[in-house]
């Protein structure tokens, strides 16, 4: 058995396979960005106006022009005037609209003034109050051509909007590797299926497909295979074939039963660890079988113990084999209660809420209670040898996404 970090070591040792390649912007999000993107433009690309209002060229005293300022048309977004912008003049502009041609002129700058503190008398513009600030935007104020927009990760929809003010059509990504997903047990049936005996329903299969269709890769339904040696090696050698990697849930602990690290052995599967010293997820096998290029995660069968290794393994993995560093979503929060515990030879991870006050433990009879993780917002992670937590200290949560 190997620690936590050793296993997430020997995932991140693993070699690069998943090729690049271009996607139109409409099918990008959630998919892995494998390349940092620079700005190919200053960003804004000009000056603009940050709100409507009467652009003027203010001077450094601070005073309402007495006179009013001359009316000189209007900008909207999209459009320029033909001339420039002379002192004692003012223009109508609209938010987004690039600012005229101005005079260097001074002891003056530009300024917008909103136009509810403006009023139109004898031809003339006349100012009731001053803006404390200018209400412009400046050319590459927000970026500057050759800034870095973007470093690699999973794009979200806020992503693809950077991508798309940049002027890019396109978002170079990995390739969504195919993922079989295969459950094992004798007592699995699946949903909308009567029960029968001591049998229950599959809920890991569904589970891991749904959690990783978030994830850039493409899980594949392989259905489940009873705890019969000849049928779990039939179904793991076609559940290999054409795949990047296979998850599977059950038969991966020492039972009289659990015939998958057999099974894959005599396939070829070169086993990486098997045995984690985690909590829950000890039995968890990690393998690759060189013949089809394809890696091999199994995790214990009970419900919570996938979840868990789904996001602290799993997920890993895949961003591995596009070249990425995963790094999970934390916040730090204080614990609403003390935890203590007895059992500190391994990793173990807990469920947790956040509340008003910080973060709660979601109580739980053991990783079969699945039900349980209808309120967890989050993971928190006691180190091996941490015995307690106490109540108000501050701690990693780590958040699902």
Known sequence: MISLQEALDAIAARPICLPAEAVPLSAACGRLLVQPLYASLDQPPFDKAAMDGWLWLADASGHIP??????????????????????????????????????????????????????????????????????????????????CLLSPRLLRAQDIAILAADGRATAQVATRPRVAVLSTGTELVEAGQPLHGSSIYDSNRPQLLAHLAG??????????????????????????????????????????????????????????????????????????????????????????????????????????????DYRPLTVRLPLVSTIRRKQLDRAEFLPVCLGEHGVEIVPYGGSSAIQALAAVDGFICLAVGVAELSAGELVDVRLIR
């Not at 001339?83 to 600012?99: K, N, S």
């Not at 513009?125 to 412009?136: P, S």
């Not at 690759?288 to 996938?306: Q, T, W, Y």
Request: aromatic share 8%; proline share 7%; net charge negative.
């Open 66 to 147: 007495a006179a009013g300022l001359e009316p000189f048309g209007t900008i909207a977004a999209g459009g320029t005037p033909a001339t420039a912008l002379e002192p004692g003049q003012a223009l109508r502009i609209m938010t987004g609209a690039a600012l005229p041609q101005l005079p260097l002129v001074v002891g003056h700058s530009a300024c917008i003034q909103r136009f509810e503190w403006a009023v139109e008398r004898d031809g003339r513009v006349h100012f009731t109050q001053l803006e404390k600030f200018d209400n412009i935007i400046r050319r590459g104020e927000n970026a500057k051509q050759g800034d």
């Open 215 to 324: 994830y850039a890769c493409q899980p594949e339904d392989c259905g489940t295979v009873p705890d019969d040696y000849q049928a779990t090696l039939d179904a793991l050698a076609a559940a290999l074939e054409g795949r990047q990697l296979l998850v599977l849930s059950g038969g991966v602990s020492m039972g009289d039963f659990d015939y998958v690290p057999r099974a894959l052995v005599q396939l070829g599967v070169k086993e990486i660890f098997h045995g984690v010293a985690m909590r829950p997820g000890k039995p968890t096998f990690f393998g690759f079988h060189e013949a089809s290029g394809c890696h091999v995660i199994g995790l214990p069968g009970n419900p919570v113990s996938v979840f868990v290794n789904t996001e602290v393994l799993v997920k890993p993995l895949l961003a591995r084999l596009a070249g990425l």
